[in-house]
């Protein structure tokens, strides 16, 4: 029996949101599914932001009631205010990430208000949530963005991201995320700030979303994993990016990243050659995007689980 | 003080020994001062093996004398065969570096001999720089390609890596190096193949040649880096591939590798910004080429070297 480790699909929320084709909701849909198939089978499947702000995501209540009838996948939708939670909870899906910035800086660019002001709103978030009767329905998550620096402020204090995540988690976050938004983190960083947040969040599990923006994020993955993380975000093809982090481009790739994983001994439910069958699909609808990672482009090994190493 | 960490650029070796541009003489030159200046002191420089087999160095011993008058570098050479070695020994470079592979059917491909036959030539190299008087003078290397595993054969047995890194400092190799040729290499396996074959070198260092064919070879640098390599072969814009190895594009990416080492704490002595400028000179002269990496696109974080570990 491997150990579990987890990818959560983000190329449908992160992945698009910067992309120039706005995806049909079918397309979306269709995405999701082909991915499911494949054994992918954690999603964030849109993003609950105002159209005028994200185009993109127009759809996202009808994203994420299509995404509610595909069979055994695990829908979650990005929230960045209580508005936008309330939209997610009249459409009832089971799982809902709010995000907010560590970097002050970052946070106003992103959502007009101080990092406490955003804390103080996953409070409500969580309150509604309990007030519509919908606590252990509805599981609340929060991203921490821009954990391991920031383009706009610069460096972020670590502290005060282990401070963040401790406020989440006496809030009610039922997973924390620490999100390196513009690919600033290394490895030693990764492994120190992750270790810091462990302490903590008790029981609650961390999940980490990186950007592949300077080469490092597979070896961001990798530093993760040595220090206890099992649950990541990628994006296929490592589409992303944030309209408030610029040259922030691409998530870690998801294929590189269930590779680096499967490699490293785990299971993560994965079959490559179909995800990268999809990604080929999801190529032909996004034309003029760049494409990322590497396997899809060599293939597997002959060795591929023949190595592998039981996970240290 | 920041402990040292070593690159030693291969674009002129290894990164365009598949190119469709044959370089002028002097632009190989001009390569090596460009970066020489932006801080990159250790070079392979050429490969002396016959024009016909890689046309590309069809002036490798013009190529090897002009490395010699840079100042300030240390300039090495491929050599897959006695023959060779005898060529770079009349040009007189500090170093050689010889390569083997521990793929039986690698090795075959390459060189058309068995491996055993290959360390039995790398016996007579080390009698022949011996018996002109050279010890002490021209220090040879040894690289063991497809450490990790073979397009051609499939898996190696790691146990015959490390037999073969014994016989080679028994032979007298003053540098030993894994090579991950065809991007087969995973972290966990990484730390294993390094740890168990620094076991049985010595006071022989041990240096990592690292393709990143399937996107794990930044996070294999910090494998290597977690159990004490310090010495790391790296090509500009991640330029290279073996011509015995399809597929087998790209090395690991000069610039993302040093961003990576400064990142952890190292003292590399590169200055990453004028190495961008070098690619992005090199890559006019390579038209059609597919230049790789990403720090070089994203530009250094305004966090750069403050949020740096020291080295675990």
């Given at each position: 029996?491997?150990?579990?480790?987890?990818?959560?699909?983000?190329?449908?929320?992160?992945g698009?949101q910067?992309?120039k084709?706005?995806l049909s909701t079918e397309r979306?849909?269709?995405?999701?599914?082909?991915e499911a198939?494949?054994?992918?089978k954690?999603?964030?499947a849109?993003?609950?932001?105002?159209?005028?702000?994200?185009?993109?995501?127009?759809?996202?209540?009808?994203?994420?009631q299509?995404a509610l009838?595909i069979?055994?996948i695990?829908?979650?939708?990005?929230?960045?205010?209580l508005?936008?939670?309330q939209?997610?909870?009249d459409?009832?899906?089971?799982?809902?990430?709010?995000v907010?910035?560590?970097?002050e800086?970052?946070?106003?660019?992103?959502?007009?208000?101080s990092?406490?002001?955003s804390?103080?709103d996953f409070?409500?978030?969580?309150a509604?949530?309990?007030?519509?009767?919908?606590?252990?329905k509805?599981?609340?998550g929060?991203?921490?963005?821009?954990?391991?620096?920031?383009?706009?402020?610069?460096p972020?204090?670590e502290k005060r991201?282990?401070?963040i995540?401790?406020?989440?988690v006496?809030?009610?976050?039922?997973?924390v995320?620490?999100a390196?938004?513009?690919g600033?983190?290394n490895?030693?960083?990764?492994?120190?700030?992750?270790?810091?947040v462990t302490?903590?969040?008790?029981?609650?599990?961390?999940a980490a979303?990186f950007h592949?923006t300077r080469?490092?994020?597979?070896?961001?993955?990798?530093?993760?994993?040595d220090?206890?993380?099992?649950?990541?975000?990628?994006?296929l093809?490592g589409?992303?990016?944030?309209?408030f982090?610029?040259g922030a481009?691409g998530n870690?790739?998801?294929?590189d990243?269930a590779?680096?994983?499967e490699?490293?001994?785990?299971?993560?439910?994965?079959?490559?050659?179909?995800?990268?069958?999809?990604?080929?699909?999801v190529e032909?609808?996004?034309p003029?995007?760049?494409f990322f990672?590497?396997?899809a482009?060599?293939?597997l090994?002959?060795?591929?689980r023949?190595?592998?190493?039981?996970a240290a």
């Amino acid at each position: 029996m491997r150990e579990k480790a987890f990818i959560r699909e983000v190329g449908p929320r992160d992945g698009i949101q910067m992309v120039k084709t706005i995806l049909s909701t079918e397309r979306k849909l269709e995405w999701m599914r082909k991915e499911a198939a494949a054994g992918v089978k954690r999603f964030e499947a849109t993003s609950f932001v105002p159209a005028k702000v994200v185009p993109q995501f127009h759809d996202a209540a009808e994203v994420a009631q299509g995404a509610l009838t595909i069979p055994g996948i695990e829908p979650a939708v990005l929230v960045p205010n209580l508005k936008g939670a309330q939209r997610a909870f009249d459409v009832g899906v089971p799982k809902v990430n709010y995000v907010l910035s560590a970097s002050e800086m970052h946070n106003q660019s992103n959502v007009r208000r101080s990092t406490d002001e955003s804390i103080e709103d996953f409070r409500r978030i969580i309150a509604e949530r309990d007030a519509r009767g919908l606590k252990g329905k509805v599981e609340i998550g929060a991203g921490i963005a821009t954990s391991f620096g920031c383009t706009i402020q610069g460096p972020v204090p670590e502290k005060r991201v282990v401070e963040i995540a401790s406020l989440l988690v006496e809030a009610g976050a039922q997973e924390v995320s620490l999100a390196d938004t513009v690919g600033y983190g290394n490895p030693a960083q990764i492994r120190r700030l992750f270790a810091a947040v462990t302490k903590v969040v008790g029981n609650v599990p961390l999940a980490a979303h990186f950007h592949d923006t300077r080469g490092l994020g597979i070896a961001n993955v990798t530093a993760a994993v040595d220090v206890g993380i099992r649950r990541f975000d990628a994006s296929l093809a490592g589409l992303g990016g944030c309209p408030f982090a610029p040259g922030a481009t691409g998530n870690i790739d998801t294929e590189d990243t269930a590779f680096l994983l499967e490699s490293l001994g785990f299971d993560t439910g994965i079959d490559i050659e179909k995800l990268i069958a999809v990604r080929q699909e999801v190529e032909t609808w996004l034309p003029g995007e760049r494409f990322f990672g590497m396997v899809a482009r060599a293939g597997l090994p002959k060795t591929y689980r023949d190595t592998t190493a039981a996970a240290a």
